[in-house]
């Protein structure tokens, strides 16, 4: 008789978080344990379809157990075009790569990325606060309880 090896299901996962955009995706790496993540890379995009063997190179050095997929709100909190489009995409790694695939509102994490941002440097390139802002993604939707 042969045995599989699974990870438990209790057992801390790792995540790759992403920052959708039209041009440029943000991504991160986190893990549930300390609920932290980690800015990686901004993945190119061409005319809002993703750089797919960039990112079929993130899975393959992360094995990430779940992506998250920040979903870009109106401040009302509707949907509009881009909201769409990242639910897409998340569908669409979900369908790629067999991943669980969860969306986080991401309302103001651009904002909060440039901040962290500038009190490091004065100089602030938008592929970096694409990154951070995938990481501030993944770390408030790690922040919720029962995750």
């Known amino acids: 008789m042969s045995h599989t090896v699974s990870a438990r299901p209790d057992a801390p996962r790792t995540l790759l978080g992403f920052d959708y955009g039209t041009s440029r995706i943000g991504v991160a790496v986190g893990q549930e344990?300390?609920?932290?993540?980690?800015?990686?890379?901004?993945?190119?995009?061409?005319?809002?379809?993703p750089d797919w063997p960039a990112?079929?190179?993130?899975?393959?050095?992360?094995?990430p157990d779940a992506v998250v997929v920040g979903l870009p709100l109106n401040m009302d909190g509707s949907f509009h075009d881009l909201s769409k489009r990242a639910q897409r995409f998340g569908n669409q790694l979900h369908?790629?790569?067999?991943?669980?695939?969860?969306?986080?509102?991401?309302?103001?994490?651009?904002?909060?990325?440039?901040?962290?941002?500038?009190?490091?440097?004065?100089?602030?390139?938008?592929?970096?606060?694409?990154?951070?802002?995938?990481?501030?993604?993944?770390?408030?939707?790690?922040?919720?309880?029962?995750?």
């Open 33 to 49: 344990l300390t609920a932290t993540a980690t800015a990686l890379v901004t993945v190119r995009a061409r005319d809002g379809k």
């Open 55 to 63: 990112i079929t190179l993130l899975i393959e050095q992360w094995q």
């Open 95 to 147: 369908g790629r790569y067999n991943l669980r695939a969860y969306f986080m509102d991401e309302r103001l994490s651009s904002l909060e990325a440039e901040r962290e941002l500038r009190g490091k440097s004065r100089k602030v390139r938008a592929a970096d606060i694409d990154k951070v802002a995938a990481k501030v993604i993944l770390e408030s939707w790690l922040m919720q309880p029962n995750v």
